[in-house]
T-cell receptor, first 117, second 114 residues
Framework: DQQVKQNSPSLSVQEGRISILNCDYT??????FLWYKKYPAEGPTFLIS?????DKNEDGRFTVFLNKSAKHLSLHIVPSQPGDSAVYFC????????????????FGKGTHLIIQP | EAQVTQNPRYLITVTGKKLTVTCSQNMNHEYMSWYRQDPGLGLRQIYY???????DKGDVPEGYKVSRKEKRNFPLILESPSPNQTSLYFC?????????????FGSGTQLSVL
């Protein structure tokens, strides 16, 4: 049973346009959500997070939107740049302490974002 | 520089030959964990450790062992590797403090078991 779903294995976007990556979850106990970015031959790196008390969090070109009623979150990248080409993982946790315990992070399968020049 | 260091980066071995993948972090983090990444399956947690001498199973612990004798080190041990353990492995650490807690990952270990 997959609790965090990223239904698009890949996404191709033109440079300068908006990239929208989607993530759905089924566990209503999740209340902290994160996005990680991964380049080939490197470990995932933290990108942005959002707690369930918010519906939006913005950091530069990256914005995460959370719709709790729909159990859906999305990552918007505007404008998209070539360096944004990577695999993006959505992750969720039932606690604010997302790194630890039995309530650790649950990851989606990832979306490979390709930014075309 | 704050980092999580894994060694080796690449490892090819044969079925049944015991191996250890080392992991060390220099951020004084309490929490450490191991993940494996497989095509179409994303990142799955193998084991985690809340602190020294405290370890517990994640989602896919079968065939693995860990130990946490020191805060900075969290080795992953495969006593008798099998081909289904061929995968990309990541060690991670984090602190349990703060409102913006997140995992820091190592660069990964690509393991092939023949």
């Amino acid at each position: 049973d997959q609790q965090v779903k990223q239904n698009s294995p890949s996404l191709s976007v033109q440079e300068g346009r908006i990239s929208i990556l989607n993530c759905d979850y089924t566990n209503s106990m999740f209340d902290y959500f994160l996005w990680y970015k991964k380049y080939p031959a490197e470990g995932p790196t933290f990108l942005i997070s959002i707690s369930s008390i918010k519906d939006k969090n913005e950091d530069g070109r990256f914005t995460v939107f959370l719709n709790k009623s729909a159990k859906h979150l999305s990552l918007h990248i505007v404008p998209s740049q070539p360096g944004d080409s990577a695999v993006y993982f959505c992750a969720a946790s039932p606690t604010l302490y997302s790194g630890g315990g039995a309530d650790g992070l649950t990851f989606g399968k990832g979306t490979h974002l390709i930014i075309q020049p | 520089e704050a980092q999580v260091t894994q060694n080796p980066r690449y490892l090819i071995t044969v079925t049944g030959k015991k191996l250890t993948v080392t992991c060390s972090q220099n951020m004084n983090h309490e929490y450490m964990s191991w993940y494996r990444q497989d095509p179409g399956l994303g990142l799955r947690q193998i084991y985690y450790s809340m602190n020294v001498e405290v370890t517990d199973k994640g989602d896919v612990p079968e065939g693995y062992k860990v130990s946490r004798k020191e805060k900075r080190n969290f080795p992953l041990i495969l006593e008798s590797p099998s081909p289904n353990q061929t995968s990309l492995y990541f060690c991670a650490s984090s602190t349990r403090e703060g409102a913006d807690e997140k995992l820091f990952f190592g660069s990964g270990t690509q393991l092939s078991v023949l």
